[in-house]
């Protein structure tokens, strides 16, 4: 039980290093040695609980995103509304962690199959429930709300990706516009 309790507080450490190295230098400055010492941990003990460096940024990251779910427990009751807002939260409340997430979305899921797999994962789930929303509320042109909700969201991520590249740029405003030519979905 105790020794249970101990790897706990290691992945706690581990976790809380990422998130403030992520915050203070970004993801190139974040790396493991640098998380390790955050920490006061060896890398033994890192790979004991990730297995890479990217492992612990992909938590750090979906809690993020986890943090501005609108239907956390998964009941089926978001609509394209609060999707597309806790889109726009991820990004206003969370600048340094929406940034690493397409860094690594973009680097890593072209470098090496696991970020890839992680990557597609959560657009499939992000697909499903944009769709689903999509459809309860008759919002897109009602032939195909999967298409709808891949349209929206591929329309979404290349707003963030500009987002990313220029802090400057208004991505709410361009997320409703989104969001509107493509489900009919204003601005709340």
């Known amino acids: 039980m105790a020794r249970n309790q101990v790897g ?11 998130r403030e190295l992520l915050a203070e230098v970004g993801l190139e400055g974040t ?5 390790c010492d955050r920490a006061g941990i060896r890398s033994g003990s890192f790979y004991n609980l990730f297995p890479t460096k990217e492992d612990a940024v992909l938590r750090v990251v979906g809690e993020a995103i986890a943090a501005v779910d609108p239907d956390p427990a998964g009941a089926g009751s978001d609509t394209v509304t609060d ?19 397409v860094q690594v979305a973009v680097n890593g899921g072209l ?30 042109d009602g032939t195909d709300p999967v298409a709808d909700a891949e349209v929206l ?23 409703w516009l989104a969001a509107e030519r493509c489900c009919g979905v204003r601005a709340p």
Do not use: C, K, M, N
């Open 8 to 18: 706990i507080r290691t992945e706690e450490r581990i976790v809380d290093a990422t």
């Open 31 to 35: 790396t493991l040695q640098a998380i």
């Open 83 to 101: 999707l597309v807002e806790a889109y726009i939260r991820f990004l206003s409340d969370r600048p340094e962690l929406a940034r690493v997430y």
């Open 111 to 140: 470098r090496s199959a696991e970020p890839r797999e992680h990557f597609l994962r959560h657009h499939r789930r992000r697909i499903d429930r944009f769709a689903d929303a999509i459809a309860r509320s008759a919002a897109g």
């Open 153 to 175: 969201l591929g329309a979404l991520d290349g707003l963030a990706f500009r987002w990313a590249l220029d802090p400057t740029f208004d991505f709410a405003r361009h997320a």
